[in-house]
């Protein structure tokens, strides 16, 4: 009700039991001893999780946000970095806010590089170096990653009716931050840091709930609508034009050959979907299927099979799955007529 008084929020007092007057007690009373020796057990012995079973100082999420930050600040001075800016201030707000990002980068990299496999990663020796030279060849795509990311802003803008100009998309749209940290996460892929580009599409999805891999290969001009709950698998690949709606999910499909229902690590295992096709919202689809160019999947589909080039593919309003050809084809066109469109 809009008279109700609002109520104070609970705090919690660290080190305060039940029943307890005091703010906060000693350690000692809490007798942690042997929860910490069995946390410790756990840690080093039985349960120890640790990349070559020793301590190390890892990449940091938090950091790695506002490396993001700075970065599209950088792509985007005006959108992402500060409103006030004008033509003559920028160029020197970039180089500021690019080589401070870049700096902080080297560093996650760096503490990232140790953790791949032993046979990928450089030795210790080397790292600072190799950790550097990534950072400078991602510097080095910026123009282009940008010029990407232009495709897919003109994307959402002639692909939204709601859309009213670009700084709407990329100050209000959820699927143009998650596409920018794919774009730079995709190449920090390539260029030789999975795990940080990993991190960075986390950053992404703790942001607007849509998950993509680095490893997914996304052609230009991409457009996300909406966005909550897109999930895009390591090995998927999308060409041009592509269209997704919230909630569709390009996954594996788990029946593959492996024995005891253990995931398959290495192989092609999620879908291709070819130029201009759109998805619509909850559709999902599995496996290493090919979706033609030019098809549509209609909502909440559950696709396992490949369908060839100018589909749609669609619920019916009665039974099981419809599949209708090629547009162009009379038959196929006159069945559209009659069945509700998504």
Known sequence: MADEIPRKPRTFQAGRRKGSTAAGEPAESWELGPIIAGLKESREVAHNIR??????RLPSRAALAEII???????FPTHYGQPHLHDDSIDAFVRTTLGSALSELVEQI????PLGPSDAAPASQATDRVAHDIAHELALQLPAIRAMLAADLQAAYEGDPSAASMPEILLGYPGMVAIICYRLARALHLLGAPLIARLVTLVAHSRTGIDI???????????????????????????????????????????????????????ARHPILEDDVFIHAGATLLGRITIGRGSTIGGNVWLTTSVPPGTNVSQPLLGGLAARGPRGDAEAAGRERNTARQ
Do not use: M, W, Y
């Open 51 to 56: 990349h070559g079973r020793v301590a190390r």
């Open 69 to 75: 930050n700075g970065l599209s600040a950088a792509l």
């Open 110 to 113: 760096r503490l990232s590089l």
């Open 213 to 267: 891999h680095p490893g997914a290969e996304i052609g230009p001009s991409f457009f996300i609508d909406h966005g909550t709950g897109v999930v895009i698998g390591e090995t998927a690949i999308i060409g041009k034009g592509v269209r997704l709606c919230q909630g569709v999910t390009l996954g594996a499909n788990r029946s593959l050959p492996g024995g005891r229902g253990l995931a398959i690590k290495g192989i």
